[in-house]
Nanobody, 123 residues
């Protein structure tokens, strides 16, 4: 499966953005999906994950209550709605797909990765 993330940009603290990740190739509904982010000089960190059906979601503590992951299997797309953004949310955000594991916070459990989209939150 090929993944294409979009929706990043520059936003002021307290603002919102919605990231999208469009998938092509194999049947999207078979994949468990995740969002990760990587800030300059830091390791890639887990943000959120969603099961293949969309019935289960998982969040990092740092974004719980502010971010919402969702998916539309008819549109082959997974979303990350980000509200109440903070400067520390600044990073390149990547979407990822996993063949078997779901809800994983470990990057190596994901089999396919998109190229990333930059989110910059100004104070």
């Amino acid at each position: 499966v090929q993944l294409q993330a979009s929706g990043g940009g520059l936003v002021q603290a307290g603002g919102s953005l919605r990231l999208s990740c469009a998938a092509s190739g194999r049947t999207f509904s078979l994949y468990n999906m995740g969002w990760f982010r990587q800030a300059p000089g830091k390791e890639r960190e887990f943000v959120a994950a969603i099961s293949s059906s969309g019935s289960s979601t998982y969040y990092a503590d740092s974004v719980k209550g502010r971010f919402t992951i969702s998916r539309d299997n008819a549109k082959n797309t997974v979303y990350l709605q980000m509200n109440s953004l903070k400067p520390e949310d600044t990073a390149v955000y990547h979407c990822a797909a996993a063949d078997f594991t779901y809800g994983s916070r470990v990057p190596s459990d994901y089999d396919y990765w998109g190229q990333g989209t930059l989110v910059t939150v100004s104070s």
